[in-house]
T-cell receptor
Framework: GAGVSQSPRYKVAKRGQDVALRCDPI?????LFWYQQALGQGPEFLTY????????KSGLPSDRFFAERPEGSVSTLKIQRTQQEDSAVYLC??????????????FGSGTRLTVV | TQLLEQSPQFLSIQEGENLTVYCNSS?????LQWYRQEPGEGPVLLVT?????EVKKLKRLTFQFGDARKDSSLHITAAQPGDTGLYLC?????????????FGKGTLLTVNP
């Protein structure tokens, strides 16, 4: 597609509910990233995929967070037993390969998760 | 952990004024990126600076990377209401984890007509 597409745009979850957030990267982009942006903060790194391989998951806040990209294209970020502190905008970004020296990420519009 | 301090956090100015946003760290970055984010949207890349001392211009926006590659600034000349938005700086670390950007908290700029 023309850009990075994320769905849903908004998600309200009751505390304890599981949620799944979807990211469709730009077609052919090898690298995919998930970031979490809390209200009034800059984005924070969660995880990095190169094709289907998850090369870095050091930013995932807890074992309730799980990400996958089984066929090297679409990715899903799953949060189990959501808690109020999980409320944030979840951003997905992709690049043709790694981070280009003179380039940057192409971000999607994000999914705003509100846990009530 | 590498931290990026952005200042000011909020800035409200009149159309036509000039402004500068600062991004500072005690860490050295291999590159530094500036993004602009509008409400309900993801950040959009404005520029990447790579070389210490580098200056890049994008119409009325001037970006500078510090000589030691620890700090950067964004200067906007004759601001317009369309410049309103959240400006984020993001540093890429040196070494193998250069994909793991560290973002500042952002500067929320409002340009009043």
């Amino acid at each position: 597609g023309a850009g990075v597409s994320q769905s849903p745009r908004y998600k309200v979850a009751k505390r304890g509910q599981d949620v799944a957030l979807r990211c469709d990267p730009i077609s052919g982009h090898v690298s995919l990233f998930w970031y979490q942006q809390a209200l009034g903060q800059g984005p924070e790194f969660l995880t990095y995929f190169q094709n289907e391989a998850q090369l870095d998951k050091s930013g995932l806040p807890s074992d309730r967070f799980f990400a996958e990209r089984p066929e090297g294209s679409v990715s899903t970020l799953k949060i189990q037993r959501t808690q109020q502190e999980d409320s944030a905008v979840y951003l997905c970004a992709s690049t043709p390969g790694g981070v280009p020296k003179r380039g940057g990420y192409t971000f999607g519009s994000g999914t705003r998760l509100t846990v009530v | 952990t590498q931290l990026l301090e952005q200042s000011p956090q909020f800035l409200s100015i009149q159309e036509g004024e000039n402004l500068t946003v600062y991004c500072n760290s005690s860490s050295v970055f291999s590159s530094l990126q500036w993004y602009r984010q509008e409400p309900g949207e993801g950040p959009v890349l404005l520029v990447t600076v790579v070389t210490g001392g580098e200056v890049k211009k994008l119409k009325r926006l001037t970006f500078q990377f510090g000589d030691a590659r620890k700090d950067s600034s964004l200067h906007i000349t004759a601001a317009q209401p369309g410049d309103t938005g959240l400006y984020l700086c993001a540093g890429a670390p040196s070494g193998g984890s250069n994909y793991k950007l560290t973002f500042g908290k952002g500067t929320l700029l409002t340009v009043n007509p």
